[in-house]
T-cell receptor, first 119, second 115 residues
Framework: AQKVTQAQTEISVVEKEDVTLDCVYE???????LFWYKQPPSGELVFLIR??????QNEISGRYSWNFQKSTSSFNFTITASQVVDSAVYFC????????????????FGKGTKLSVKP | GAGVSQSPSNKVTEKGKDVELRCDPI?????LYWYRQRLGQGLEFLIY????????KSGLPSDRFSAERTGESVSTLTIQRTQQEDSAVYLC?????????????FGDGTRLSIL
């Protein structure tokens, strides 16, 4: 079955610390896509990154970086030098063509990790 | 508009009443999704529309839930005879095409509270 697990329910750090949010996924398919979304206190989900299953290169965008490892079915997200504005709930999600009721593009979400960055 | 628009932003109603939630997707997006987010939980898929194809209703939790979409524009999610367990934030998302690699763009959601 398709599943996304974010084992860390809540993380609290002090500003400027680095923090890594874990994501482990399960899927039967060889072609799939992984996403990270940010949900700030205002509530709107903001798309951060998409990665396909054939591209295992790590990606860096400013203070954000993502480590995709197919061997461990993980897609971890690291924030370097965290800031108070990074405080939000972060969701990892999986999409694959043959999943979940046959609906293409449907996202399976983890339960989220609430990150609190204190000044 | 520039983003996905949902209305109302908040809805409080009594148990047993029907409610209707509205979603305006991003112009040109053919795929539209509804999700439910219970307090402290991840998002739960409800229904998916792609162009003029029959919708995928596999995520609807009961026959009290239904949704419609007019062409490739507005969608409404209707919950009949609401129950307290229906209290949640209902999120709508749209994407350019309903294919797995397209990111979904979400609205702010409708916070539904059943008394």
């Amino acid at each position: 079955a398709q599943k996304v697990t974010q084992a860390q329910t809540e993380i609290s750090v002090v500003e400027k610390e680095d923090v890594t949010l874990d994501c482990v996924y399960e899927t039967r398919d060889t072609t799939y896509y992984l996403f990270w979304y940010k949900q700030p206190p205002s509530g709107e989900l903001v798309f951060l990154i998409r990665r396909n299953s054939f591209d295992e290169q790590n990606e860096i965008s400013g203070r954000y970086s993502w480590n995709f490892q197919k061997s461990t079915s993980s897609f971890n997200f690291t924030i370097t030098a965290s800031q108070v504005v990074d405080s939000a709930v972060y969701f990892c999600a999986l999409s694959d063509p043959l999943n979940y009721g046959g609906s293409q593009g449907n996202l399976i979400f983890g339960k989220g990790t609430k990150l609190s960055v204190k000044p | 508009g520039a983003g996905v628009s949902q209305s109302p932003s908040n809805k409080v109603t009594e148990k047993g009443k029907d409610v209707e939630l509205r979603c305006d997707p991003i112009s040109g997006h053919t795929a539209l999704y509804w999700y439910r987010q219970r307090l402290g939980q991840g998002l739960e898929f409800l229904i998916y529309f792609q162009g003029n194809s029959a919708p995928d209703k596999s995520g609807l939790p009961s026959d009290r839930f239904s949704a419609e979409r007019t062409g490739e524009s507005v969608s409404t999610l209707t919950i009949q005879r609401t129950q307290q367990e229906d209290s949640a934030v209902y999120l709508c998302a749209s994407s350019l095409k309903g294919i797995p690699d397209q990111p979904q763009h979400f609205g702010d959601g409708t916070r539904l509270s059943i008394l």
